[in-house]
Nanobody, 124 residues
Framework: QVQLVESGGGLVQAGGSLRLSCAAS????????IGWFRQAPGQEREFVAR????????SYSDSVNGRFTISRDNAKSTVYLQMNSLKPEDTAVYYC?????????????????WGRGTQVTVSA
């Protein structure tokens, strides 16, 4: 089992920045992938970014590429999502999730463990 706790959400004006954190505990492996997903009201959950604990397999969705940066601190068992140049359409609940195994995925159903999410609201 892996426990994930997100933090760092909040209210920010358009053009601003936030840094989300995903603290992991439990049985983690270096090959695990940590993904960030988001879900806005009335919309389906969408992939945002992912990284492996080794630092490899970084990927971003087209909608955030160039604005968001994913990173990890293995000593703190924490994955970060630095979000810059935020837009109102980035408003959503952001979740981190863990996927076991050597494969990678942008599909939420292929992730094994999930946090409870943190709300990000970007005002115009």
């Amino acid at each position: 089992q892996v426990q994930l706790v997100e933090s760092g959400g909040g209210l920010v004006q358009a053009g601003g920045s936030l840094r989300l954190s995903c603290a992991a505990s439990g049985r983690t492996y270096s090959t695990d992938v940590i993904g960030w997903f988001r879900q806005a009201p009335g919309q389906e959950r969408e992939f945002v970014a992912r990284i492996r604990w080794t630092g490899a397999s970084i990927s971003y969705s087209d909608s955030v590429n160039g604005r968001f940066t994913i990173s990890r601190d293995n000593a703190k068992s924490t994955v970060y999502l630095q979000m810059n140049s935020l837009k109102p359409e980035d408003t959503a609940v952001y979740y981190c999730a863990s996927r076991r195994g050597i494969g990678t995925s942008t599909v939420g159903s292929q992730y094994d463990f999930w946090g409870r999410g943190t709300q990000v609201t970007v005002s115009a």
